[in-house]
Every structure is written in C-alpha cells, then in structure tokens.
C-alpha cells in the first residue's frame, strides 16, 4: 500500500493512528468510504457537544455551553440525515444499529466511534447510539429554547 505522504516526522502514537486510518480505510469503494467518513464527522460533532455541556462552569456559562453544544447537535442532526440516506431511507433505529456496529468496528481496530461523555464532575457515561442520538435531540431543544428566549427578549426590547 502507497502511503499518502511521507511519516518519517511523525511521532509513534501518529504513527500507530495513520497506520489504524490506512487498515480501515484504504481500499474501500467511494460510497463505504462516504459513510465511514459521515460516520466519523457524527462522532466528531457529537464529542464537541458532550465537552461543551461538560465544560459549563469551568469554561462556558450556562447559555454558552448549551448553545455551542446544541449548534453541534445541529450539525451531528445533518450527519445523521445524510447517513439514513446513504443506507437507503433505513429508519432511525435501523441506523443507531448500524451506528452502534460500526463504532465497535472503528474502535475495535484502533480508531474512534461514539463518543463517550464525561460530565462535569469528570464522571464517563458510555453511550449506544440511541443514547447519543437522544441526547442531540435534547441539546438542539435547549439550544431552540434558548433561541426563543432570546427573540422574544428582543421583542420586548423594541415595545
């Protein structure tokens, strides 16, 4: 296998992670490659939004926090669509299913899946993919909520 760039100046722990990406994705058809990259990008915004809400208090205010993590449970929301296309208008338990699989796949091989949050007290919640679904589901209306607050704050601003 060609190697996409020279590794020499790499340390080992980059090493051992492009030689992870390389195993699992090297060789794949463009439309398997297209889902695991989706699948990772759910993940990655999934991992942002569990460490805004933890970071509330230490690094966010309350609104802070909760809308950084409800805007990345928006785009984690995009991913998710994107993904139930790509799988043929599965349903969304059909997809937490495939999510689930495919996250112990990418972890089992060195990689990453879902994201496990820490909460504020540094406690680690694991989660399935119906948990983490749900949690987005329950950002993005925090985040709504507050949206709204705001709007009619501005309204009774102009009165």
């Known amino acids: 296998m060609k190697e996409l760039f020279d590794d020499s100046d790499m340390g080992e722990m980059a090493k051992e992670k492009l030689k992870a990406y390389n195993a699992i994705f090297s060789g794949l058809d463009p439309h398997k490659s297209l889902i695991l990259n989706q699948m990772c990008s759910l993940f990655e915004t999934a991992s942002v939004a569990y460490k805004s809400i933890a970071g509330i208090g230490k690094y966010y205010s309350e609104v802070g926090g909760v809308c950084e993590a409800g805007a990345c449970a928006e785009q984690y929301m995009k991913h998710f669509e994107i993904l139930k296309e790509l799988?043929?208008?599965?349903?969304?338990?059909?997809l937490?299913?495939?999510?689930?699989?495919?996250?112990?796949?990418?972890?089992?091989?060195?990689?990453?899946?879902?994201?496990?949050q820490i909460d504020k007290d540094g406690v680690t919640h694991i989660k399935t993919a119906h948990g983490m679904h749900s949690d987005m589901e329950s950002f993005?209306?925090?985040?709504?909520?507050i949206k709204k607050v705001y709007a009619q704050a501005k309204m009774e601003e102009k009165k």
Request: with cysteine; aromatic share 14%.
């Open 140 to 145: 993005i209306k925090a985040y709504n909520d």
């Open 87 to 94: 799988y043929g208008n599965c349903s969304t338990n059909d």
């Open 96 to 116: 937490e299913t495939r999510i689930d699989k495919t996250s112990e796949y990418l972890k089992n091989r060195g990689w990453y899946g879902i994201p496990s």
